[in-house]
């Protein structure tokens, strides 16, 4: 017997141990000023179904992309022909600049609001970069927030923040 409670007490503080090597694994924090939402995408490598605008939208439309893949970030967004994704830029009735909507845990939709562009950019390649490059940030399951120097903020000034901010490229990686 004496035997046998030494084998049991050992496995229970083994057992003991184990449990709790995992809780700590599982209760990893988020980042302070994490603000994900998680209605994005599951990795960050997204192909987009090749668009094609006059040159006026085709510039700032490519330069969303290739800044977000610019930085020290997983973010790489890519044309591909068999790609679900889609990013389509028309005129729509609502107030909305851009909007993000997934489609699957790897398809997304991102629209862009000619109209209201139009109407209110000052500077037109900077704003649409701007929207663009904000819609692409909740496909990287980045949400709204109130941080001045946030791409993702709903407040900033489209017409000059067109890249992806260091808090923005933070909460990437630590997203994924």
Same mark, same amino acid.
């Given at each position: 017997?004496?035997?046998?409670?030494?084998?049991?007490?050992?496995?229970?503080?083994?057992?003991?141990?184990?449990?709790?090597?995992?809780?700590?694994?599982?209760?990893?924090?988020?980042?302070?000023?994490?603000?994900?939402? +998680?209605? +994005?995408?599951?990795?960050?490598?997204?192909?987009?179904?090749?668009?094609?605008?006059?040159?006026?939208?085709?510039?700032?439309?490519?330069?969303?992309?290739?800044?977000?893949?610019?930085?020290?970030?997983?973010?790489? &967004?890519?044309?591909?022909?068999?790609?679900?994704?889609?990013?389509?830029?028309?005129?729509?009735?609502?107030?909305?600049?851009?909007?993000?909507?997934?489609? +699957?845990?790897?398809?997304?939709?991102?629209?862009?609001?000619?109209?209201?562009?139009?109407?209110?950019?000052?500077? &037109?390649?900077? &704003?649409?970069?701007?929207?663009?490059?904000?819609?692409? +940030?909740?496909?990287?399951?980045?949400?709204?927030?109130?941080?001045?120097?946030?791409?993702?903020?709903?407040?900033?000034?489209?017409?000059?923040?067109?890249?992806?901010?260091?808090?923005?490229?933070?909460?990437?990686?630590?997203?994924?």
């Amino acid at each position: 017997m004496p035997f046998r409670r030494t084998s049991v007490r050992r496995s229970s503080i083994a057992a003991a141990a184990l449990a709790a090597a995992l809780v700590a694994v599982q209760a990893v924090p988020a980042p302070a000023l994490a603000h994900w939402n +998680g209605t +994005g995408q599951l990795n960050a490598y997204i192909g987009i179904y090749p668009y094609n605008y006059n040159g006026t939208w085709m510039t700032p439309l490519d330069r969303s992309l290739s800044n977000w893949n610019a930085t020290a970030s997983p973010a790489y &967004f890519y044309k591909d022909n068999l790609a679900s994704s889609t990013l389509t830029v028309t005129n729509y009735s609502d107030t909305w600049y851009g909007y993000y909507q997934a489609c +699957g845990s790897s398809c997304m939709y991102v629209r862009v609001n000619s109209r209201t562009i139009n109407r209110d950019a000052s500077n &037109f390649s900077n &704003f649409v970069t701007s929207v663009v490059v904000h819609e692409l +940030g909740h496909a990287l399951n980045l949400a709204h927030n109130d941080l001045s120097a946030s791409i993702m903020n709903h407040s900033r000034n489209r017409n000059s923040m067109t890249t992806p901010q260091s808090h923005d490229v933070a909460d990437v990686n630590a997203y994924y």
